[in-house]
């Protein structure tokens, strides 16, 4: 069996230091907002390369609070995507203000230029770019048209950590950049986390408070936010395994690699291919017009795979009513049609991804067999 995440094969060096850090925590006494969460913080900005981070209880409310303390909220728009995790377009409207839905690039699943600017009114006031998938497309491209629309640009890295753009990460770019550290994410914690990255120290600062309750000092509420801190226990084991997550990154890279290398069945597709170092392989994606069928072909096979998003954000129910590109949004339906995200994991061998391969190679489509 190839499962699509396997935790249990990480390397033994790192169980202990994550049962050293467990254990630090629980022996220092200090649960909440403590010296582990400072610590991850710093080393987190600093690999983003950022001047500072905000750790936050998940990547929805980096997203929600980051809106907030950026002053975005009632009647104000914010282009995004369909095809993203749901969290993306809940934080949107927890923060009070109205997501407006673009069409994507049929090569990367990313958002698509001229699709989003056909989405512009005189209400948009940002666009949350999301690094789908763990790439980061040409960012001046974005950078120049947010200033010149006059928008804020506001990044989900929720599944890009580590990947650049002409040596910067997310949260260089525009306002700042919502990060989760959900346990499947590329950097996860043993359950939820997430931090806000940014270069504007006032919005830092204001995240600061807006994520403890408005807290400026202690009893005091300048304004009222919410309860999402990060926990000393998760800062710990983040703060230990971002150690690693340049190795992890780099064998999610040998992966996609030899897929890329591997795959040759004419009825599979490949995503575009980007310079290495603006893709860290959250996921490793194909499509496929009879995908349904490829997926159960592979199951048989007893390789795990997943989808992507199976439904686009303006097919669910809370949000069927957004407004969006005049054009539609074909692209986006027809990703999510087609979309199956292959095993891509830290932990795979060289021998798993050729059995993957392999699979993906003798799946014969119906048109061939009638
Ligand atoms: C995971 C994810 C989120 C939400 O992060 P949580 O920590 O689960 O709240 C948001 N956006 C994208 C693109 C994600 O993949």
């Given at each position: 069996m190839i499962?699509?995440?396997?935790?249990?094969?990480?390397?033994?060096?790192?169980?202990?230091?994550?049962?050293?850090?467990?254990?630090?925590?629980?022996?220092?006494?200090?649960?909440?907002?403590?010296?582990?969460v400072a610590r991850f913080e710093n080393a987190w900005a600093s690999y983003c390369g950022a001047v500072g981070c905000v750790g936050v209880g998940n990547g929805m409310d980096a997203l929600e609070i980051g809106l907030r303390v950026l002053g975005i909220g009632a009647g104000q728009e914010v282009i995004t995507t369909p095809m993203t995790a749901f969290a993306t377009v809940l934080a949107i409207l927890r923060a009070g203000a109205v997501p407006v839905l673009a069409d994507i690039e049929a090569d990367t699943a990313v958002l698509d230029l001229a699709s989003v600017e056909r989405c512009i009114t005189p209400r948009t006031r940002a666009l949350m770019l999301v690094h789908l998938y763990g790439q980061i497309t040409d960012m001046g491209r974005w950078i120049a048209f947010c200033a010149e629309h006059e928008l804020s640009l506001v990044e989900d890295a929720a599944q890009a950590h580590g990947?650049?753009?002409?040596?910067?990460?997310?949260?260089?770019?525009g306002s700042f950049?919502?990060?989760?550290?959900?346990?499947?994410?590329?950097?996860?914690?043993?359950?939820?986390?997430?931090?806000?990255?940014?270069?504007?120290?006032?919005?830092?600062?204001r995240a600061r408070v807006f994520r403890n309750y408005g807290q400026a000092k202690r009893y005091e509420h300048p304004v009222a936010g919410m309860n999402s801190r990060l926990d000393?226990?998760?800062?710990?084991?983040?703060?230990?395994?971002?150690?690693?997550?340049?190795?992890?990154?780099?064998?999610?890279?040998?992966?996609?690699?030899?897929?890329r290398e591997l795959l040759r069945n004419p009825a599979v597709r490949l995503m575009a291919e980007p310079?290495?170092?603006?893709?860290?392989?959250?996921?490793?994606?194909?499509?496929?017009?009879e995908r349904d069928r490829l997926m159960r072909h592979l199951s048989d096979r007893g390789i795990m795979s997943l989808i992507h998003y199976p439904v686009p954000v303006h097919h669910q129910p809370p949000t069927a009513h957004l407004a969006r590109d005049p054009q539609g949004l074909t692209a986006a339906e027809s990703h999510a049609r087609c979309c199956l995200s292959l095993p891509c994991h830290p932990f795979l061998s060289d021998d798993d991804v050729a059995r993957v391969a392999d699979a993906v190679n003798s799946f014969a489509t119906s048109s061939v067999l009638t």
């Open positions: 499962n699509f995440h396997d935790f249990t094969r990480a390397p033994r060096q790192l169980r202990e230091q994550e049962a050293e850090a467990v254990l630090r925590v629980l022996n220092s006494g200090d649960y909440v907002l403590g010296p582990e990947a650049k753009w002409q040596g910067r990460a997310a949260g260089t770019f950049a919502g990060y989760s550290f959900y346990p499947t994410k590329n950097l996860g914690a043993l359950g939820d986390g997430g931090a806000i990255v940014s270069n504007d120290g006032g919005l830092l600062e000393e226990l998760h800062a710990a084991l983040l703060h230990t395994r971002l150690g690693w997550l340049d190795r992890f990154t780099e064998e999610r890279r040998r992966v996609a690699a030899g897929y310079e290495a170092e603006r893709h860290v392989y959250h996921l490793f994606v194909v499509t496929c017009d």
